[in-house]
């Protein structure tokens, strides 16, 4: 094949993809909405795993610079109840299964290590449509078009690539989480630092939790959640940092103080992330010269997993491409079965995940799932 793979969306899934291409050398080329890699902020902690984010980065021949950028001692978790008082305790035992990196550290690794050009950014994909055969014709924002051979959409949820492929809608899951950071928290905030400890601290009760990471640097990230009606969201305005905080901080009236100084005391407006879902079992037929991966092709709440598989997906349709050049859509059928599969399981339990942070034994069920309990 001479033709350059397209990909949408410069996400991990994407970059992933391109990366693992340009291993087997094969060109592509990633059309991203954003207008640069430092346009948005890519907060976050992910821990990669061993069964998916892992293999998929040394399937990009990336292992040593994910090494690098480890946060070593992050993976400790601990829960707590409402009061602050600790029920389970687990340190970073250091063995490696679920290191903790920046997702932003993690996506200059993959953007470093592809050719320039490789990244076409400001590029938003407005719409696309068929040509007969594999080809499409894609049509972007500033009204440039640009017709592929082979299209894989890595736009995320609100993919514009899957009507070509799928009806499914995301649908709103019904559970809010609400992102706020504590800067200089050792200093500045000393016992909501002691509290959150050395990794992620999980403070929940039936319906609603603080849960936080901490982050090199002294910061604490926060989701707060919240099982509540989109109205209910609706009704704040997330504008206004200092009524917003109020309005969430209410929801945990009674909570002991250091763990509502996460919402009470953060450094920027709160920003609510409504969590919206596709059809656990989210599947479609064969379309010549088009697929998906990622949240574009199975969104599901979060587990800890969206990154990891996006990233997994890339990797293996990757290597599907490679090992099938004169037959892509034998790849792709191959690479959708497996996708299909496993994204069905992952959903499951990212409802069960859900259900034991934020069900009505929280914050015991939490513990079982930790504890095999
Ligand atoms: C609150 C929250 C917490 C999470 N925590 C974790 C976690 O701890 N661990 C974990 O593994 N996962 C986590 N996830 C899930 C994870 O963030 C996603 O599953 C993952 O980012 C999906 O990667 P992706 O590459 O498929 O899509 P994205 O990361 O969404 O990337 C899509 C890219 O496509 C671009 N794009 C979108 N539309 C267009 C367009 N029209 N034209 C061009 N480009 C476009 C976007 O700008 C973006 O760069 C979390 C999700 C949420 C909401």
Request: charged letters at 20%.
């Amino acid at each position: 094949m001479t033709a350059p793979v397209t990909i949408v969306g410069a996400g991990l899934g994407g970059l992933t993809l391109a990366r693992v291409l340009h291993v087997h050398g094969i060109p592509a080329t990633v059309y991203e909405a954003e207008p640069s890699a430092e346009a948005r902020t890519q907060g976050g902690q992910l821990d990669i795993h061993e069964n998916n984010g892992q293999p998929a980065l040394e399937a990009a021949g990336l292992t040593e610079e994910f090494r690098a950028i480890i946060h070593v001692g992050g993976a400790a978790s601990r829960v707590l109840d409402q009061h602050g008082k600790v029920l389970l305790d687990e340190p970073d035992d250091g063995d490696g299964g679920r290191p903790e990196v920046l997702r932003g550290d993690l996506r200059r690794i993959l953007l470093d290590s592809l050719p320039a050009g490789t990244v076409q950014w400001g590029r938003k994909l407005t719409g696309v449509r068929s040509l007969g055969g594999t080809r499409h014709e894609l049509t972007f924002a500033d009204d440039s078009t640009v017709t592929t051979e082979l299209l894989v959409g890595a736009d995320g949820a609100w993919s514009k690539v899957r009507p070509l492929l799928s009806d499914a809608q995301p649908w709103y899951s019904g559970y809010t989480f609400v992102e706020t950071y504590l800067h200089d928290a050792d200093e500045r905030h000393p016992a909501t630092a002691e509290a959150v400890g050395a990794g992620a601290m999980y403070a929940l009760a039936p319906g609603k939790g603080i849960c936080a990471h901490r982050e090199a640097g002294g910061i604490l990230h926060t989701y707060v959640e919240l099982h509540r009606p989109a109205d209910w969201v609706a009704a704040i305005d997330f504008t206004d940092a200092a009524a917003a905080k109020a309005r969430v901080a209410a929801e945990f009236d009674g909570w002991a103080p250091e763990l509502t100084a996460l919402i009470t005391e953060a450094g920027s407006a709160p920003v609510p992330r409504m969590i919206h879902a596709l059809p656990d079992a989210h599947r479609w037929d064969r379309v010549p010269g088009v697929t998906l991966i990622g949240d574009a092709a199975h969104l599901m709440p979060p587990s800890g997993e969206g990154a990891n598989l996006a990233m997994f997906d890339g990797a293996e349709l990757g290597k599907a491409i490679a090992a099938n050049p004169g037959d892509l859509e034998a790849a792709l059928a191959t690479h959708e079965a497996a996708m299909f599969a496993r994204s069905a399981a992952e959903a499951a339990d990212a409802h069960e995940i859900l259900e034991a942070c934020l069900g009505d034994r929280a914050p015991f069920s939490l513990i079982d799932f930790f504890t095999g309990g």
